[in-house]
């Protein structure tokens, strides 16, 4: 019987599993702490041999012993094994350095050995400044960069960052993390179209009428101003994640798994993809959440939230509806949405599937909603809507057909690292795709930054002002 991991080996092809020194540039953080270590533990829970030195750094004065205890937090967290974590932790250290200082860059690289992972858990700017220095000085053949969105903060930036990136290490060893797309995500997608006749038959806009991708969370701000605040909903989910889900959604068939595969068909449709009409007026909406409720626990107005500047008009909701100029997809809507502290967590695909040509003279429906496919992106499962006979065999109702697709084996970091460590780029955001991502929101985003699309407002804890998909 195949296992997950096996799934992953076959993935990651034969891989040669030689040293390697993740060096994470942060490590006094929150992502580090939250997200990169109990992440690492996942995967070492699955994958003790590995052979890993583990160096954080950061201008924090950490002593070993402090770094240890983070390290062995987050592996309690995900029931990492004692022994590996004890493994780990023996090869563990913290440096103290501030990694855009050029002498504390080389003190950082001449710690390590094998292939050096150096995962940027900082601020977007600091990471910039870095990648500077780097390209100054001799660096490790076999050296990998990861960092996180936003990538850039518009089409420019974005270039200008890849362009950096790239006169430091060649595109292929450059790891641009989108967690929220992890490999259980892409391959649910890709194997639920392309692994049965019935699905793949019905890929297209004749049986197609919209698709709408929402990403609603119940969590508020959550003391995370600082980010947040300066990028917003559309930038922070929108630009980003969801448009790489649609991408998956509608690419053309894939003839592999290889990444190169994936990424080329992905950008294909990105290249095709636009605000619907080319109106973002017409097309988008926004709002930010007034003072409510979240799980019976009071949430300020988003504007009173710590460190927030109501002059940014920074939106907690956004909603855009796209369209795909392509033979497959045209006149399909395509409506992204993601808010934060809404009533209800909702993370799902719904494919609205056109009504038949004739339904026959005689059947009474009660279905006032579409046939739907809706594919949950977290966890993963799928469910067909279908009209179906009642009771009263000539009255119609609709009917569910539900799957789970498993739950993940490892944290969604977990992924990212074992990926990065083993060279997989499948998970990561190749250069023309982040590029392309800014390009499709150009539009909206200066109508955003005009004030020409008025800002909505919803009490926390509430369904957002408007119901799902009334942008176009
Ligand atoms: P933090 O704001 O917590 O910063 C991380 C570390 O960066 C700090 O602990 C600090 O360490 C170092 N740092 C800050 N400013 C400077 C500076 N001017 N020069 C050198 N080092 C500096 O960030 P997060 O950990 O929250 O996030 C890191 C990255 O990950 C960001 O790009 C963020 O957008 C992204 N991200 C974060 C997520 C999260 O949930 N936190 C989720 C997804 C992405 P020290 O002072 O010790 O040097």
């Known amino acids: ?56 750094t950061g201008r924090s004065d950490i002593s070993d012993e402090h770094f240890r205890r983070v390290i062995d937090d987050a592996f309690t967290r995900v029931q990492c094994p004692e022994a590996t974590t004890a493994r780990v932790k023996r090869r563990s250290r913290y440096i103290q350095a501030d990694p855009t200082n ?153 003839a592999s798994l290889e990444p190169t595969e994936i990424h080329d068909l992905q950008a294909q449709v990105l ?25 019976g626990h009071a949430v300020p107005a988003y504007v009173d939230e710590e460190g927030v500047d109501p002059a940014l008009g920074t939106e907690t909701l956004a909603e855009v509806t796209l369209e795909i100029q392509n033979n497959r997809w045209a006149g399909v809507p395509f409506t992204l949405r993601s808010g934060k502290g809404l009533s209800k967590k909702r993370k799902e695909i719904i494919c609205h599937l056109r009504p038949v040509p004739h339904l026959p003279v005689g059947f009474r429906s009660t279905c006032k909603d579409p046939d739907q496919l809706r594919i949950g992106l977290n966890p993963g499962n799928v469910t067909l809507d279908l009209s179906m006979n009642s009771a009263t065999p000539k009255v119609l109702e609709k009917k569910s057909l539900t799957t789970e697709l498993g739950q993940p084996v490892m944290t969604a970091y977990g992924e990212v690292l074992r990926q990065i460590f083993d060279g997989n780029q499948l998970l990561a955001v190749r250069a023309d795709i982040a590029e392309e991502s800014w390009r499709v929101f ?30 176009v």
């Open 1 to 56: 019987m195949s296992t997950d991991t096996d799934i992953f080996d076959a993935l990651n092809g034969e891989t040669e599993r030689g040293p390697v020194t993740l060096l994470i540039l942060g490590a006094s953080g929150d992502l580090t702490s939250r997200l990169l270590l109990p992440g690492l533990g996942s995967l070492m829970r699955l994958e003790a041999d590995r052979d890993l030195t583990l160096i954080g």
């Open 102 to 254: 050029p002498d504390d860059l080389r003190e950082l690289l001449d710690a390590t050995h094998g292939t050096v992972v150096m995962y940027f858990a900082l601020p977007p700017a600091v990471t910039m400044r870095i990648c500077h220095v780097l390209e100054t000085m001799e660096r490790p053949e076999n050296l990998r960069l990861a960092l996180e969105k936003p990538f850039g903060v518009d089409r420019a930036s974005a270039i200008a960052l890849n362009e950096q990136l790239q006169r430091v290490v060649p595109e292929d060893q450059i790891y641009r993390v989108d967690h929220i797309l992890a490999t259980a995500t892409v391959l649910n997608l890709v194997g639920l179209r392309f692994a049965n006749r019935a699905l793949q038959l019905i890929w297209d806009a004749q049986q197609i009428e919209r698709v709408e991708i929402v990403y609603d969370e119940v969590l508020a701000l959550e003391g995370r101003a600082a980010y947040y605040d300066k990028s917003g909903a559309l930038r922070d989910m929108l630009q980003s994640h969801l448009l790489q889900v649609l991408s998956l959604f509608a690419m053309e068939p894939a």
């Open 271 to 295: 290249r095709a993809t636009r605000v619907w009409e080319g109106d973002p007026l017409r097309a988008a909406r926004r709002a930010r959440y007034t003072a409510g409720y979240v799980d």
């Open 442 to 471: 150009e539009s909206t985003l200066a109508a955003f930054a005009n004030n020409e699309i008025p800002m909505e407002e919803y009490p926390a804890g509430s369904s957002g002002p408007w119901p799902l998909n009334h942008t």
